[in-house]
């Protein structure tokens, strides 16, 4: 079922350029979808608004909007679909151009396409009993303005060699991951439920870089950033934390589908050709997000997994709460002396 973020009761904005003048002061990927929708909302007397960004399931951009590779996915955080799915959204998508869907109980949906660099880079849906005439003179400015910003905050929350998040983002959004868990969710791609954490470091990659040189190895961090694009779901969180090791947020997975996820992952760059450098491998530790946890006990269990996969032959993946029901870890505090270290 099609969900819509709630809005919050605001005064409308007067003028488009209010909307966007509104829309300009978010700072935050999160704040920037749920303003877009509360501002086009009120701007054109909505009943309901639906963002929508467009997406490769494999990863990259979008070059054919229209290809059945491209899906649809609600933001912030929400469900995934083949653009298929919405037939005026493929047609906005397609003509660049806004596009009316009449609805059985009345009213009509208006899929209108949000800019993107070459083609549309996403879609805002909104039902109206009557749209207003000028509505897509008014959500035009307001829509290229958000497409703006989103670039903008992509950049400053992204790794600029693999377009990963950074650790200045992971920093800031690993709190609202231990605050998700154990929180009710509805679906598996929902941020609540069981979540694992797991950090990812390449195998033996300085000896790339002293071999090979950093370009080689900037292409190893590279392909192996898109092997994770391509793994994981775009409802997960992926970073990298930093130099040759990342991280990854899997929502709404128990540790035993975890390890399925995590073991896919690990064949794939095994298999992966490396050009130049040849065959790499990966080592992963991971752990269960606890609700009480503290940043950096939650990095502590899973770099303690990781550790040992690494002083254990590297190459594996390990589970930091098997290593503890096995003996082959010992339970340990990461406050010392009452200070946190994070």
């Not at 919050?8 to 966007?20: G, M």
Request: hydrophobic residues 35%.
């Amino acid at each position: 079922m099609e969900t819509s973020l709630s809005i919050d009761p605001v005064s409308p904005p007067t003028t488009p350029l209010d909307a966007v003048l509104d829309l300009t002061s978010t700072t935050t990927q999160a704040e920037l979808d749920t303003a877009v929708v509360r501002l086009a909302t009120a701007l054109v007397g909505a009943e309901a608004t639906t963002l929508y960004t467009l997406f490769h399931p494999e990863g990259g951009t979008v070059d054919d909007p229209e290809a059945p590779t491209a899906w649809l996915r609600e933001l912030p955080d929400g469900d995934e679909r083949p653009i298929t799915a919405l037939p005026h959204g493929t047609a906005a998508a397609a003509t660049g151009a806004p596009v009316d869907l009449p609805l059985p109980e009345g009213g009509v949906e208006v899929a209108y396409p949000i800019p993107g660099d070459h083609t549309p880079s996403g879609l805002l849906t909104a039902r109206f009993a009557n749209p207003p005439h000028d509505a897509a003179e008014r959500l035009t400015p307001l829509l290229t303005a958000y497409h703006h910003h989103r670039r903008l905050l992509l950049a400053l929350e992204h790794d600029a060699l693999t377009g990963l998040r950074n650790r200045q983002t992971f920093d800031r959004q690993i709190w609202e991951v231990i605050r998700a868990a154990g929180r009710p969710s509805r679906r598996r791609d929902e941020r609540g439920g069981t979540i694992c954490f797991a950090m990812l470091d390449i195998d033996h990659f300085k000896r790339v870089n002293d071999t090979f040189g950093h370009l080689y190895g900037d292409e190893v961090l590279l392909l192996f950033s898109r092997l994770i694009n391509r793994t994981f779901r775009q409802s997960d969180l992926t970073f990298r934390y930093g130099g040759e090791e990342f991280c990854v947020v899997l929502f709404g997975v128990t540790q035993e589908v975890a390890a399925q996820v995590l073991d896919r992952f690990h064949t794939a760059v095994a298999q992966h050709p490396f050009p130049q450098v040849g065959q790499q491998t990966v080592s992963i530790g991971y752990t269960q997000v606890r609700p009480d946890d503290q940043p950096g006990e939650l990095i502590g269990r899973s770099d303690r997994a990781l550790y040992y996969a690494k002083e254990h032959g590297r190459n594996q993946i390990r589970a930091y709460e098997q290593l503890l029901a096995d003996g082959e870890l010992a339970e340990e505090s990461t406050v010392v002396g009452g200070v946190e270290l994070f």
